[in-house]
Each structure stands twice: as structure tokens, then as C-alpha cells.
């Protein structure tokens, strides 16, 4: 059983531009949430995918989207890129109809905005 | 609006002793809380949870206590080791929310030899 994977390790992007984020959830996890961490702080939830619907959303701004696949693919996107978006961003993956809350984490993409 | 609140950002602890971690939280909503531990460069891992019904669930050298009075909860670490150095989070979260977890700030946990 892999683990779940992020794509890119490290990122640096320029105010104002568009950055795509990636992850590879564990085979037939069909739930996957983003969060986004910023330094010093706790992960923050950014949004949740179920069965590539999404299924809630935390305080963030439509700038913020995402895409779930069917082959336990997802992305994160972040348009108009503002300097307080570097954070550490993090992806989990949940089993389908897992009822205990476990969530598998990546390693996240370190997102950096100039 | 902070709902869930570690407020000892560090702990450092003796091998072999006790390490105990502590977390507060605001919302009475959550009915499931959990505890993970990161280390540098590497996604949060599951540690321990424990239900809103219960006071107390133990998992080998960890333990957490649950206080619904006081909205609080501890994790035990007995024997702390080397390799239990790490950023710890609790998190909470309600039923049916599939994991939509609200993390703490964490506290940074360096065990001495």
C-alpha cells in the first residue's frame, strides 16, 4: 500500500500568478481534504473532495479550487497569488466510508509567493 | 477564532520521564479529537484519538484524557524516548464530517537523552 504523495516538494511563485498543487491519495481512499499551514501554526482546512464532489469548505476564498479525480488524483489551485498564500499545504486521504476520522497525510508542497 | 488552542508552543522532558501535552478547545460541537505528531519534512501522522463519550484512551506509552467540563484534553507520554521529539497537534472535529479537522497550533516536544 503506497502512501499519499504531493507534487511539488518546494514551489516559488510571483504575486498575482496561478499556481497548481498535486496529490496522489492511497488506492481507494475516495475522500481527500487540503489544508494549509502557515509557519508557526496549525494546519488550517482549506477544503474536502468526496467521490470528486466537493464536500465542504473551510474559510477561504473562491480563489481557492480544487479538482478530485477517479484514479485517487487531486489538485489544489490558488489563483491570484498573494504573499500571505507561502504556507506549507498538506493533503489527506480518507478510506471510503471510513466512520473513525483517520486521515493519511502527504508531505506537503512548500509554496513560497514573492 | 481560535477553537482549538495549545498554549505551550514547548516542552522539553527528561528520557524516560513523563511528557504531558495539553489542549483546549471552544467548541462543544466536537465530538471526536484527535492527536498527531510531525516531524520536519514529513505530513502529520495519526497518534491517538479519543471520543467525546469516553474520559480516557490509552494506546501502549500514550494515553489521552478527556475533560468535556473544562473542554479539555492531555496527552500522556510514559516512557518519553528520543524519537518522540516531534511537533504534536491535537485536532477536533464533529460526527459525519468525514475528518474536517481544526488543528491547534502545535507544541514542539524535545525529549533529552
Known amino acids: 500500500e503506497t502512501g499519499v504523495t504531493q507534487s511539488p516538494t518546494h514551489l516559488i511563485k510571483t504575486r498575482g500568478q496561478q499556481v497548481t498543487l498535486r496529490c496522489s491519495s492511497q488506492?481507494?481512499?475516495?475522500?481527500v481534504s487540503w489544508y494549509q499551514q502557515a509557519l508557526g501554526q496549525g494546519p488550517q482546512f482549506i477544503f474536502q473532495y468526496y467521490r470528486e464532489e466537493e464536500n465542504g469548505r473551510g474559510n477561504f476564498p473562491p480563489r481557492f479550487s480544487g479538482l478530485q479525480f477517479p484514479n485517487y488524483s487531486s489538485e489544489l489551485n490558488v489563483n491570484a497569488l498573494e504573499l500571505d498564500d507561502s504556507a506549507l499545504y498538506l493533503c489527506a486521504s480518507s478510506p471510503a466510508g471510513l466512520a473513525d476520522y483517520e486521515q493519511y497525510f502527504g508531505p506537503g508542497t512548500r509554496l513560497t509567493v514573492t | 477564532d481560535q477553537q482549538v488552542k495549545q498554549n505551550s508552543p514547548s516542552l522539553s522532558v527528561q528520557e524516560g520521564r513523563i511528557s504531558i501535552l495539553n489542549c483546549d478547545y471552544t467548541?462543544?460541537?466536537?465530538?471526536?479529537f484527535l492527536w498527531y505528531k510531525k516531524y520536519p519534512a514529513e505530513g502529520p501522522t495519526f497518534l491517538i484519538s479519543?471520543?467525546?463519550?469516553?474520559d480516557k484512551n490509552e494506546d501502549g506509552r500514550f494515553t489521552v484524557f478527556l475533560n468535556k467540563s473544562a473542554k479539555h484534553l492531555s496527552l500522556h507520554i510514559v516512557p518519553s524516548q528520543p524519537g518522540d521529539s516531534a511537533v504534536y497537534f491535537c485536532?477536533?472535529?464533529?460526527?459525519?464530517?468525514?475528518?474536517?479537522?481544526?488543528f491547534g497550533q502545535g507544541t514542539i516536544l524535545t525529549v533529552h537523552p
Open positions: 467548541n462543544s460541537m466536537f465530538d471526536y
Open positions: 479519543i471520543s467525546s463519550i469516553k
Open positions: 488506492s481507494g481512499h475516495n475522500t
Open positions: 485536532a477536533g472535529t464533529t460526527s459525519g464530517s468525514y475528518g474536517k479537522l481544526t
